[in-house]
């Protein structure tokens, strides 16, 4: 099936109709030049500290050469990755891919239950984790194949005196590292000392060799890894940069890194992107403490910022954020769930610079529509398929739709993944056999080529950018001492955009709210966590006995126990 592609008419000045795959033969050859072309340049900042593109490419070197040298990894091996925004993340990933191994990005706010799986799931043999989550990892580490872990503290990269200090606070006063034993367990600094006398690792990678399994629900609750390759991701890259060279300048660029790196947006458009460009990385670690975010960007003329809707809203209307200096903000993107007309107006009043909105997937490395950057104000719009891109409407058939009627959106492009990991039939659930990816979202494209998001076609629930799938709350919940039935809907909230509520059928008359939410917070991530419980006697049902979440949807807003 050919698509006609009237954005390309619409395309910012000098942008290309396609990308150079070939340019770059994988993600360390992207690493190996920035690292050349800008050595004394910054690359990453943290809590006060910097750390250049030369520190970065002699950091990861050794963690590389520790990797393969020291404990003998091999190229496609599986490496876990559970921090937040710290400087020790990007050496710990540039190295393992310098190692020709494959990331796993996790969440370090998993419960033992998500991160249990997730380890065995991927086969990963080695993980680099905060100490703040040592705890978790070492409740499953015994049923799982790692075999080498890595413990890290935040102020182990901040110079002597600052990490002593920093570590101190978190540790000893605000008591935010729960108590952990794991055998055999090593410092970040100690993988470091061991891989300094190790040969950096000559891997030959190519377009097709795996450089990401990263994890999403795709159109089920079951967990998944989204096998990413590194042409995937040097694809997307390129794409970005691409659309991004006419307002922003190679080497001078400070780019705001709220959201956390694991996540597939903050990794392919302020990791990788602005690394690619010369740019600074200002990695947030704790965005949710928004009077402590502000403080961090007074005196950061930054550039440029990438958030989800509720992020920009938090900014907003915390006290001191309109008196920052935005003098050089000449982007901010918003992607990961849908930016609100209000947000976006209140943005561009405050700032000077337009909220541009953007659309992608996990299982397309994310990138596939972007607003042009220099729009004079929000339009509503998802944007404009990258280059190499191609974008359509289709019914439920398969047939392809005219501008302005709505549909399924379809991507298929370079940047698409090669699939779910150990999971065929998932994966042709999505990839047709023309190469197209059935995105699940319902759309409908404009005569210009613009693209409008019109409602999901899944139960799926975003909650701060983040999928919640109603099938794996429902599984988890349903296990809760009392439960006899359970059945989970999204509901609209101001602070994430949606909410998970969650409907119980009891079997103990006595079960009460406080006891599902304790239940909630010991086997699911925060984000996962019902707000709303709403105890009923029965639930809706089709004759077969499956429960009806569209009747529970109609009537879920209201009600709260």
């Given at each position: 099936?050919?698509v006609?592609?009237?954005?390309?008419?619409?395309y910012p000045?000098?942008?290309?109709?396609?990308?150079?795959?070939?340019?770059?033969?994988?993600?360390v050859?992207?690493?190996?030049?920035s690292?050349?072309r800008?050595?004394?340049?910054?690359?990453f900042?943290?809590?006060?500290r910097?750390?250049?593109?030369?520190e970065?490419?002699?950091?990861?070197a050794?963690?590389?050469?520790?990797?393969?040298?020291?404990?003998?990894?091999?190229?496609g091996?599986?490496?876990?990755?559970?921090?937040?925004?710290?400087?020790?993340?990007?050496?710990?990933?540039?190295?393992a891919?310098?190692?020709?191994?494959?990331?796993?990005?996790?969440?370090?706010?998993?419960?033992?239950?998500?991160?249990?799986?997730?380890?065995?799931?991927?086969?990963a043999?080695?993980?680099?984790?905060?100490?703040?989550?040592?705890?978790?990892?070492?409740?499953?580490?015994?049923?799982?194949?790692v075999r080498?872990?890595?413990?890290t503290?935040?102020?182990?990269?901040?110079?002597?005196?600052?990490?002593?200090?920093?570590?101190?606070?978190?540790r000893?006063?605000?008591?935010?590292?729960?108590?952990?034993?794991i055998?055999?367990?090593?410092?970040?600094?100690?993988?470091?000392?061991?891989?300094?006398?190790?040969?950096r690792?000559q891997?030959a990678?190519?377009h097709?060799?795996l450089?990401?399994?990263?994890?999403?629900?795709?159109?089920?609750?079951?967990?998944?890894?989204?096998?990413?390759?590194?042409?995937?991701?040097?694809?997307?890259?390129?794409?970005?940069?691409?659309?991004?060279?006419?307002?922003?300048h190679?080497?001078?660029?400070?780019?705001?890194?709220?959201?956390?790196?694991?996540?597939?947006?903050?990794?392919?458009?302020?990791?990788?992107?602005?690394f690619?460009?010369?740019?600074?990385n200002?990695?947030?670690?704790?965005?949710?403490?928004?009077?402590?975010?502000?403080?961090?960007?007074?005196?950061?003329?930054?550039?440029?910022?990438?958030?989800?809707n509720?992020?920009?809203?938090?900014?907003?209307n915390?006290?001191?954020?309109?008196?920052l200096?935005?003098?050089?903000l000449?982007?901010?993107l918003?992607?990961?769930?849908?930016?609100?007309?209000?947000?976006?107006?209140?943005?561009?009043?405050?700032?000077?610079?337009?909220?541009v909105?953007?659309?992608?997937?996990?299982?397309?490395s994310?990138?596939?529509?972007?607003?042009?950057?220099?729009?004079?104000?929000?339009?509503?719009?998802?944007?404009?398929?990258?280059?190499?891109?191609?974008?359509?409407?289709?019914?439920?058939a398969?047939?392809?739709?005219?501008?302005?009627?709505?549909?399924?959106?379809?991507?298929?492009?370079?940047?698409?993944?090669?699939?779910y990991?150990?999971?065929?039939?998932?994966?042709?659930?999505?990839?047709?056999?023309a190469?197209?990816?059935?995105?699940?979202?319902?759309?409908?494209?404009d005569?210009?080529?613009?693209?409008?998001?019109?409602?999901?076609?899944?139960?799926?629930i975003?909650?701060?950018?983040?999928?919640?799938?109603?099938?794996?709350?429902?599984?988890?919940?349903?296990a809760?001492?009392?439960?006899?039935?359970?059945?989970?809907?999204?509901?609209?909230?101001?602070?994430?955009?949606?909410?998970?509520?969650?409907?119980?059928?009891r079997?103990?008359?006595?079960?009460?709210?406080?006891?599902?939410?304790?239940?909630?917070?010991?086997?699911?991530?925060?984000?996962?966590?019902?707000?709303?419980?709403?105890?009923?006697?029965?639930?809706?049902?089709?004759n077969?006995?499956?429960i009806?979440?569209?009747?529970?949807?109609?009537?879920g807003?209201?009600?709260?126990?």
């Amino acid at each position: 099936m050919s698509v006609d592609r009237p954005w390309l008419a619409h395309y910012p000045r000098g942008v290309a109709a396609e990308v150079d795959l070939s340019r770059y033969g994988s993600i360390v050859a992207v690493i190996d030049e920035s690292c050349a072309r800008f050595a004394d340049h910054p690359a990453f900042g943290n809590f006060g500290r910097q750390l250049s593109y030369a520190e970065i490419d002699r950091m990861s070197a050794r963690f590389a050469g520790y990797l393969a040298g020291t404990l003998g990894l091999r190229k496609g091996d599986r490496i876990a990755l559970m921090m937040p925004n710290v400087l020790q993340y990007p050496v710990a990933l540039f190295g393992a891919l310098r190692a020709g191994l494959v990331v796993v990005n996790t969440n370090p706010l998993y419960t033992a239950r998500e991160l249990e799986h997730q380890l065995n799931d991927s086969g990963a043999q080695v993980i680099v984790v905060l100490e703040n989550f040592a705890g978790v990892l070492q409740q499953v580490i015994g049923r799982t194949g790692v075999r080498h872990v890595v413990v890290t503290s935040l102020g182990e990269m901040l110079g002597a005196l600052k990490g002593a200090i920093v570590d101190l606070v978190v540790r000893r006063v605000r008591r935010m590292v729960p108590p952990w034993r794991i055998n055999g367990a090593i410092g970040f600094r100690e993988a470091l000392q061991r891989g300094a006398g190790q040969p950096r690792p000559q891997v030959a990678l190519g377009h097709d060799d795996l450089a990401f399994l990263q994890y999403t629900g795709g159109t089920t609750g079951v967990a998944k890894g989204a096998m990413l390759s590194h042409g995937n991701m040097v694809a997307n890259m390129l794409q970005a940069s691409t659309w991004i060279q006419s307002l922003l300048h190679e080497g001078e660029e400070v780019i705001v890194t709220a959201l956390p790196l694991y996540h597939i947006f903050s990794l392919t458009a302020n990791c990788f992107t602005f690394f690619k460009t010369g740019g600074y990385n200002h990695l947030i670690t704790n965005p949710r403490d928004m009077p402590g975010f502000v403080k961090e960007l007074r005196g950061l003329r930054f550039s440029a910022i990438t958030g989800v809707n509720t992020l920009f809203n938090g900014l907003l209307n915390t006290p001191g954020f309109s008196e920052l200096d935005f003098s050089r903000l000449r982007m901010t993107l918003g992607g990961g769930m849908a930016v609100q007309r209000t947000v976006a107006e209140r943005w561009k009043r405050t700032t000077g610079c337009t909220l541009v909105e953007a659309y992608g997937l996990t299982e397309t490395s994310p990138a596939v529509c972007i607003n042009p950057l220099d729009l004079p104000a929000y339009n509503g719009s998802i944007g404009l398929p990258v280059p190499s891109t191609d974008v359509c409407i289709q019914d439920d058939a398969g047939r392809l739709l005219p501008p302005g009627e709505v549909g399924e959106l379809c991507v298929k492009g370079p940047q698409v993944m090669q699939g779910y990991w150990n999971r065929p039939d998932e994966t042709a659930k999505v990839i047709d056999a023309a190469g197209w990816l059935h995105t699940g979202d319902i759309a409908r494209m404009d005569a210009g080529g613009y693209f409008y998001i019109v409602d999901r076609k899944k139960d799926m629930i975003l909650v701060s950018g983040f999928n919640v799938y109603p099938n794996e709350v429902e599984d988890v919940m349903a296990a809760c001492p009392g439960v006899l039935e359970v059945a989970a809907i999204g509901i609209p909230d101001e602070k994430s955009g949606e909410a998970v509520k969650l409907f119980v059928v009891r079997k103990d008359p006595a079960l009460t709210v406080e006891q599902v939410m304790d239940y909630a917070r010991e086997n699911l991530t925060g984000y996962k966590r019902p707000h709303q419980i709403e105890f009923r006697d029965s639930l809706p049902k089709t004759n077969v006995g499956k429960i009806l979440r569209r009747e529970l949807r109609g009537t879920g807003i209201a009600g709260k126990a």
